[in-house]
């Protein structure tokens, strides 16, 4: 396995790094502060190509590789996660289901805007009743005059919201006869269509930049060609791209620990008790390698999941492997680091404390790690 960057893939490290330090650092504090999801920003990125990371030029986008992307958010989040967020949930899970399943009409339509950077995408699984249990969702869509009458609610979703959002890929059951296995599809709900509607942006205990609502389908009509792909395969549609956002997270994962690694560091250098910097006790010595060494395990982990995907291999296990072990390293890093820092570190005026709170959705969005265990075990043949 060879993971070294490609000039593009370096090029693209090089242009986060600057893009992160110089306006995500600076800006996207303020956005957390106030719960706020800095469009502004994303924006920016998009119009850097950014956003369109995994989709092919012919459909507006940079057609980075999945080394690439993990390498471009190892420097996104270490600024914020909860831009970081936002770009990834609109890079994999907003727009994959276009590009992997719609047909050339749908990708101009839809995709494009999304992969130049113009608007927001957004993936409707998760509904009040069916979180883990993706096969257990409520929401219908019937067949009616040429299209679709959806009914239904989602919950938890990421971009939908924002002035940039333009709307949403959701998953809704629809018509099996009696005794056969249900059958859902995938559809595209665009903003403003009549009887969409959404709930106020949720607080979370951390991403309090990232635009997480519910939304609401009362009698929803969509035409025929906002169906996306098989209509009976929309299930199967959503789980494949849940795979790349398992990658995606881990990625995410990393960014937070080497940032939460960097911040201890630099302050256990400065502290001083006893008469001495704390970076000299060997307790704290040992934390800080700790951390370095099961980073560098889940940095492995990750990007053999991507190299994996890039070279057409199966990459279902791997992913869940690396997102298993870069969520739980991330919220042990985040935790030590805090105690590294002390009291300042438990207070929001430090920037660890921010990192802290954003690390626990790491272990619960796209796939539980309970999940990510079952995934495992059943590649294990249990
Ligand atoms: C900030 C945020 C953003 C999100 N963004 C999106 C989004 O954009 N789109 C979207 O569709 N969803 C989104 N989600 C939803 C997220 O994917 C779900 O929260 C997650 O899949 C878990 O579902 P749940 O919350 O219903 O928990 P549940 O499924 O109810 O799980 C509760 C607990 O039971 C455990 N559990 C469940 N089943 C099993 C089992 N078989 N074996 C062992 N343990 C089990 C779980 O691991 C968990 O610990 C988001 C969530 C958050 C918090």
């Not at 949720?202 to 969509?222: A, K, N, Q, S, Y």
């Not at 790349?244 to 201890?264: E, N, Y």
């Not at 800080?288 to 053999?304: G, K, P, S, V």
Request: negative net charge; glycine residues 10%.
């Amino acid at each position: 396995m060879d993971l070294s960057l490609t000039e593009a893939e370096r090029d693209l490290v090089d242009l986060c790094r600057e893009f992160a330090r110089k306006e995500i650092a600076v800006r996207a504090p303020a956005a957390w502060e106030e719960a706020r999801c800095p469009t502004d920003l994303l924006r920016e990125m998009g119009a850097l190509g950014l956003l369109g990371m995994l989709v092919p030029e012919e459909w507006g986008g940079i057609g980075m590789s999945t080394v690439g992307f993990v390498a471009a958010m190892e420097q996104l989040g270490l600024a914020d996660q909860s831009v970081a967020a936002a770009w990834q949930a609109h890079v994999t899970i907003g727009s994959l289901p276009l590009l992997l399943f719609g047909d050339d009409a749908q990708r101009e339509r839809w995709l494009r805007p999304l992969a130049e950077g113009r608007a927001l995408g957004a993936f409707g699984l998760t509904e009040p009743d069916a979180g883990s249990d993706a096969r257990g969702i409520s929401t219908q869509a019937e067949s009616r005059d040429d299209g679709w009458l959806i009914n239904g609610r989602k919950t938890f979703i990421s971009n939908a919201g924002t002035d940039m959002s333009f709307g949403v890929t959701l998953l809704a059951r629809t018509a099996s006869a009696e005794g056969e296995a249900p059958k859902f599809a995938s559809f595209v709900v665009e903003k403003d269509t009549p009887g969409f509607t959404m709930g106020p942006k949720m607080r979370g205990i951390g991403w309090r930049g990232l635009d997480t609502r519910e939304l609401f389908f009362d009698d929803v009509w969509v035409p025929d060609d906002h169906l996306i792909g098989d209509p009976a395969m929309g299930l199967n549609q959503f789980l494949r791209t849940l795979e790349v956002g398992r990658i995606s997270i881990a990625a995410l994962s990393l960014s937070l620990t080497q940032a939460v690694l960097d911040l201890a560091t630099e302050y256990a250098r400065e502290r001083k008790q006893f008469g001495q910097p704390i970076s000299q006790f060997q307790a704290i010595q040992f934390k800080l390698a700790d951390i370095a060494t099961e980073l560098e395990a889940a940095r492995w982990l990750t990007y053999r999941a991507a190299y994996l995907r890039d070279t057409g291999q199966p990459y279902l296990k791997e992913a869940a492997m690396a997102k298993l072990k870069a969520s739980r390293v991330a919220n042990w890093a985040a935790s030590e680091a805090v105690q590294i820092h002390g009291g300042i570190g438990y207070m929001l005026e430090s920037p660890v404390s921010r990192f802290y709170c954003d690390a626990k959705v790491l272990e619960i969005g796209e796939g539980t790690n309970e999940i990510q265990h079952l995934v495992i075990a059943r590649a294990l043949g249990c």
